[in-house]
């Protein structure tokens, strides 16, 4: 069973930058595609980034060039850093780890960007 943890959310002003982490417990980290989506008030839940277990990478054009997905398959960890963010970046994050069949999600970060 694998479980994921988020943390790192908060308020920021636009403009500013966040780091989400998400860490996982159990097996199969290393070997897995892990992404990290988002659900707005009212939205549906939406992919941001991905990453694959060889670290190809992928990102909704909405967050291109502000936002980057990084792995450390030692620490079972996976980030997300967030620049230049905007009001529209306001949202519940949720990391996603996917094995196989078999996915599991995280609990999810409020990130509000407000002045």
Do not use: H
């Not at 403009?15 to 989400?20: E, V």
């Not at 990453?51 to 990084?70: C, E, M, P, Q, W």
């Not at 009001?87 to 094995?99: I, M």
């Amino acid at each position: 069973q694998v479980q994921l943890v988020e943390s790192g959310g908060g308020l920021v002003q636009p403009g500013g930058s966040l780091t989400l982490s998400c860490a996982a417990s159990g097996s199969g980290f290393s070997v897995s595609s892990l992404s990290w989506f988002r659900q707005a008030p009212g939205k549906q839940r939406q992919l941001v980034a991905s990453i694959t277990l060889i670290g190809i990478t992928n990102y909704a054009d909405s967050v291109k060039g502000r936002f980057t997905i990084s792995r450390d398959n030692a620490k079972n960890t996976v980030s997300l850093r967030m620049n230049s963010l905007k009001p529209e970046d306001t949202a519940v994050y949720y990391c996603r780890l996917a094995l196989g069949s078999r996915e599991y999600w995280g609990q999810g970060a409020q990130v509000t960007v407000s002045s």
